[in-house]
């Protein structure tokens, strides 16, 4: 990256270092990220944030996995086919590189005093997802429907017992939900693949009976789209 983007890129991005790098999944790498200017932040689960990938500036966003308010974030990146610059660098980076990132953002975020917690999506929504599971009380109410490409690409969710895991292939995410019947009365949060989130989004609101204001919705990807891996 040209040094003379450093005073801009220093204005907008924090730099931090990889403190840890190894397989949470089959898939799906974690990378731990320390930074002093990290430290002491208002973070909500489900936040992301945006780092610039490879020698340019291009940026992707990844959902925080785990916050330490010492100073470290911990993302999970998926490699997959035809994977771009961010699935590249995140299956490259090694302990003692230096990255740079944005703060946690988004307000795609735990509502933790809804009376039911419903999450839907796949692997790129687990892992905000794992972030707000962990952050829920025991006696929570939770349920849901995760889909993956098999049991490898599971995340160690908390709370896991409690949601539907659905093979891909072997079924679809909106009859998952018709299956699963959702209540409405609680908040639903529904993330990944653009188009699969507004399937979801469509059957829990006209089919099951759900308020939209209740139904979050967060599209991470689009096939083929430049930017949303």
């Not at 992301?48 to 490879?54: I, N």
């Not at 795609?108 to 892992?127: K, Q």
């Not at 889909?147 to 998952?176: K, N, Y």
């Not at 759900?210 to 930017?227: E, H, N, Y």
Request: proline share 7%; glycine share 12%; with cysteine.
């Amino acid at each position: 990256m040209p040094a003379l983007l450093n005073p801009v890129l220093d204005l907008l991005t924090v730099r931090g270092t990889v403190t840890a790098a190894e397989p949470v999944a089959t898939r799906m790498r974690l990378l731990r990220i320390e930074a002093d200017a990290l430290a002491g932040l208002d973070v909500r689960p489900g936040q992301q944030v945006r780092v610039l990938v490879g020698t340019g500036i291009t940026r992707r966003t990844y959902s925080v996995w785990r916050y330490e308010p010492t100073g470290a974030v911990e993302l999970c990146v998926l490699d997959h086919e035809g994977a771009g610059p961010g699935a590249r660098w995140g299956t490259r980076a090694e302990v003692g590189e230096q990255v740079r990132l944005g703060k946690p953002e988004g307000t795609f975020t735990l509502r933790p005093d809804a009376a039911h917690h419903v999450f839907v999506g796949e692997e790129t929504a687990s892992v905000a997802f794992g972030a707000m599971l962990a952050a829920l009380p025991e006696g929570a109410r939770v349920s849901g429907c995760v889909e993956t490409a098999g049991p490898g690409d599971r995340l160690p969710l908390r709370h896991a017992d409690r949601l539907d895991w659905v093979t891909r292939g072997a079924g679809t995410l909106p009859d998952a939900v018709r299956a699963l019947a959702p209540a409405p009365g609680g908040i639903a949060y529904v993330a990944g693949e653009a188009k699969a989130v507004q399937k979801v989004r469509q059957t829990l609101v006209k089919e099951l009976g759900w308020d939209r204001r209740s139904v979050l919705t967060k599209p991470f990807w689009t096939p083929g789209r430049r930017g949303m891996e």
